[in-house]
């Protein structure tokens, strides 16, 4: 029982530092990604596929957001809709809320 108590205090305490690390004071510019739907082949013409707009990603290892660029993406089964990420103004600065499938 000790041990399980142990572990839940670790893992509080380690995914709260995580959550900290998002957050950044400025937002970060998106770098001018000229990528657009029309300059990239639909995979197929299958319609599953969604376009994704650039948006940016938390990398855990360099404790810094990286853009990546615009790319068609398959749908998840049963998903069609993508909504895009976005910054969000939280108590100390900013987090980037990714987006997701719906």
Do not use: C, R
Not at 5 to 11: A, R, S, W
Not at 42 to 63: F, Q
Not at 72 to 96: D, F, S, T
């Amino acid at each position: 029982m000790k041990k399980l108590i142990v572990m839940m205090i670790i893992l509080f305490f380690g995914f709260s530092i995580g959550l900290k690390a998002q957050v950044v004071t400025e937002k970060p510019k998106a770098p001018k990604d000229t990528t657009i739907k029309s300059d990239v082949a639909k995979p197929t013409t299958d319609a599953t596929w969604v376009w994704i707009p650039g948006e940016w990603e938390w990398k855990s290892k360099s404790k810094e957001y990286k853009w990546v660029k615009a790319h068609w993406e398959k749908a998840p089964q049963n998903k069609q809709y993508w909504h895009n990420g976005h910054w969000a103004k939280v108590k100390n600065g900013w987090k980037w809320e990714p987006g997701y499938w719906e």
